[in-house]
């Protein structure tokens, strides 16, 4: 029994697809062993920087944050300080700076350049 050229293409590309199909689930089912632990991923908080451990707080919450009073007032106070104005930079020395005039003049195209 002989297949036909249309038929062998036909199981290639099934094949192929179903590949491609074994590979996306073991993506997204974490595709290691069953009994391989997760990490999970650690952060270091500054000491002097409490806010940034109550936002953690408020992550390990998940959803239920969304209730939270805390996790609210929270998250205001980190809105405030990420949308507060910068300071302003302190002023630079100006006297340093030319006004645009120059005394030098620049030589011009039919004037020999000095050496």
């Known amino acids: 029994?002989?297949?036909?050229?249309?038929t062998l293409v036909r199981v290639a590309a099934a094949a192929l697809?179903?590949?491609?199909?074994a590979v996306a689930a073991m993506r997204v089912g974490g595709g290691g062993p069953a009994g391989e632990k997760q990490e999970k991923v650690r952060v270091h908080l500054r000491p002097d920087d409490s806010l940034a451990a109550d936002l953690l707080r408020c992550a390990e919450l998940g959803r239920a944050a969304q209730d939270d009073w805390l996790c609210?007032?929270?998250w205001a106070?980190?809105?405030?300080?990420?949308l507060k104005p910068a300071s302003p930079a302190?002023?630079?020395?100006?006297?340093?700076?030319?006004?645009?005039?120059s005394n030098r003049t620049r030589p011009s195209a039919d004037q020999p350049k000095d050496r």
Do not use: C, H
Request: aromatic letters at 4%; hydrophobic letters at 30%.
């Open 1 to 6: 029994m002989r297949l036909r050229p249309q």
């Open 17 to 21: 697809v179903l590949a491609a199909g």
């Open 72 to 74: 609210k007032r929270i």
């Open 77 to 82: 106070e980190n809105r405030e300080r990420f």
């Open 90 to 101: 302190p002023a630079k020395d100006q006297s340093r700076l030319t006004t645009g005039t």
